[in-house]
């Protein structure tokens, strides 16, 4: 199994960045895949999930409104769309995956990519 997560950068605050998570050595849309982020001094936060099954979407609640998660199962990527970004989400995001199910919880998750990082500011 094997996660690319790319797409990061600096960014004023109230900007955008789309975050991609190339996939390989599994059969993508049997696995739910979430986006975590961790910030300096502070543990690995689940910022949002797709499962792989019906697609459902889940959010932590201050990205809620802002970020949108999104994947194409023919390319076995997904991406995670961020808008109006606040110097709060400043952190390194990775992508993971763990079983079928959607979990905003990092002991759920057994794969991990190498992490892209996010600055938010001005």
Same mark, same amino acid.
């Given at each position: 199994?094997? &996660?690319?997560? /790319? %797409?990061?950068?600096? =960014?004023?605050?109230?900007?955008?960045?789309?975050? /991609? $998570? *190339? @996939?390989?050595?599994?059969?993508?849309?049997?696995? @739910?895949?979430? #986006?975590?982020?961790?910030?300096?001094?502070?543990?690995?936060?689940?910022? /949002? $999930?797709?499962?792989?099954?019906?697609? +459902?979407?889940?959010?932590?609640?201050?990205?809620?409104?802002?970020?949108? =998660? +999104?994947?194409?199962?023919?390319?076995?990527? =997904? #991406?995670?769309?961020?808008?109006? &970004?606040?110097?709060?989400?400043?952190?390194?995001?990775? $992508? *993971?995956? %763990?079983?079928?199910? $959607?979990? &905003?919880?990092?002991? +759920?998750?057994?794969?991990?990519?190498?992490?892209?990082? =996010?600055?938010?500011? /001005?």
């Amino acid at each position: 199994v094997q &996660l690319q997560a /790319s %797409g990061g950068g600096l =960014v004023q605050p109230g900007g955008s960045l789309r975050l /991609s $998570c *190339a @996939a390989s050595g599994f059969t993508f849309d049997a696995y @739910a895949l979430a #986006w975590f982020r961790q910030a300096p001094g502070k543990g690995r936060e689940g910022v /949002s $999930c797709l499962s792989g099954s019906f697609g +459902s979407k889940y959010y932590e609640d201050s990205v809620k409104g802002r970020f949108t =998660v +999104s994947r194409d199962n023919a390319k076995n990527t =997904v #991406w995670l769309q961020m808008n109006n &970004l606040k110097p709060d989400d400043t952190a390194i995001y990775y $992508c *993971a995956r %763990g079983s079928e199910y $959607c979990s &905003l919880r990092s002991e +759920s998750y057994t794969y991990w990519g190498q992490g892209t990082q =996010v600055t938010v500011s /001005s």
